[in-house]
């Protein structure tokens, strides 16, 4: 059977992994003759892709030329959109963040506004992060609710009136004249958190936020389901939550008891931020609100870490910004739920990267698709 031959793309991947390599080394690991891989370096470096490694030396001790990627090379755009905000970013092809704002923003104003807005914000970015238009090779989007993945068009979603089937990549991409990616904001979160360790081979990441739901990493790849739909845990029924109608229309879900909106509600302030606030003053109505609210959540996450068997489970989004008393009451009821063998080395977690999980995944599913040539 034939094998094929590796291409520009493999030493760019192998560069990226193993950092500065020489024209020996490289053909060493992948076999090809000095002169193709100096015809695939100088086509590299000629788009910008790679330079040459500071003091790289041979081993008969003549300078040699050893090549980096370049994390420099391009820039990425990237969106983390939820039901009530908006963070933008900039970064370079690690992933790093050259330049960030946030802004209060409603996703139910539908997707002309949203977009059009969007559109215009980030042109503004890239001024203050030194970079052009022309240097951006995507742009990265997270939307809060279900998105089919081939498309990038979301799905019917209550908190989202008017966005089913429309062409957001369409749009964007015309306007900005970039390839856009569209993902659900949970998707976009656990590929961002993966990336502080990327050695975790299986990670539950869950956002706790105005909804609940979560991005499933397995054997370090984001399972996204048949339908896009893998993780929808906030649409699980649970017994504290029975007989409560839920904004999907069913009744009983985990969201209509736990959901950051909920938890407003009861509490008769506006969002899930000013939750935060009380449980952090020590109001005991708050603390005891989120300490059931955290135990509803770990009893359906209980069952999730039996069948997935992570080593982490993450919690992010503002409502984990209430600390221990909502994640205690996580780990109680996934300790009491998960069959024992599934939890013996389970770490449960708050977010590494914390608002800024959305943005970072975004970023990396537009450098991983950018640089796949």
Excluded: Y
């Excluded at 022309?134 to 966005?163: F, I, N, T």
């Excluded at 005891?288 to 989004?317: D, H, K, M, Q, Y």
């Amino acid at each position: 059977m034939a094998t094929e031959t590796p291409g520009a793309g493999a030493l760019l991947a192998l560069l990226r992994e193993e950092g500065a390599l020489t024209r020996a080394e490289l053909a060493t690991v992948t076999g090809l003759a000095r002169s193709t891989i100096s015809l695939r370096l100088d086509a590299l470096a000629g788009a910008g892709w790679i330079m040459p490694a500071d003091g790289a030396v041979s081993s008969g001790g003549r300078p040699a030329t050893a090549f980096v990627f370049n994390p420099a090379a391009r820039v990425v755009l990237a969106a983390d959109l939820g039901a009530t905000h908006a963070r933008l970013a900039v970064t370079d092809l690690d992933g790093r963040i050259l330049a960030e704002r946030t802004d209060d923003l409603r996703i139910g104003d539908g997707p002309e506004k949203v977009l059009g807005w969007l559109s215009g914000e980030f042109p503004n970015l890239l001024g203050p992060a030194g970079r052009r238009l022309d240097e951006v090779c995507g742009l990265g989007l997270g939307l809060p609710g279900q998105v089919d993945h081939g498309s990038g068009r979301p799905g019917p979603e209550a908190k989202m009136p008017g966005w089913e089937g429309f062409d957001v990549p369409g749009l964007l991409g015309e306007r900005l004249n970039v390839p856009v990616l569209v993902d659900n904001d949970v998707n976009i979160m656990a590929v961002g958190e993966h990336s502080t360790d990327p050695q975790v081979e299986h990670l539950i990441l869950v956002k706790l936020g105005t909804g609940i739901g979560s991005g499933i990493i397995t054997g370090r790849r984001l399972h996204r389901g048949a339908r896009a739909a893998a993780g929808d845990v906030g649409h699980i029924p649970v017994a504290a939550a029975q007989g409560l109608p839920c904004a999907c229309g069913k009744i009983g879900c985990l969201e209509s008891v736990a959901g950051g909106a909920a938890l407003a509600a009861r509490l008769g302030v506006a969002d899930t931020r000013e939750v935060v606030g009380l449980v952090l003053d020590g109001r005991p109505d708050a603390l005891r609100l989120v300490g059931a609210a955290g135990r509803a959540i770990g009893e359906v996450l209980g069952t999730l870490v039996t069948f997935v068997n992570p080593s982490e489970v993450v919690i992010a989004g503002d409502l984990a910004e209430a600390g221990e008393p909502l994640l205690s009451g996580i780990r109680e009821r996934i300790g009491a739920v998960a069959v024992p063998r599934t939890t013996e080395h389970l770490a449960v977690r708050a977010s590494h990267l914390g608002d800024r999980a959305g943005v970072t995944g975004a970023a990396r599913l537009v450098i991983e698709h950018a640089l796949a040539f």
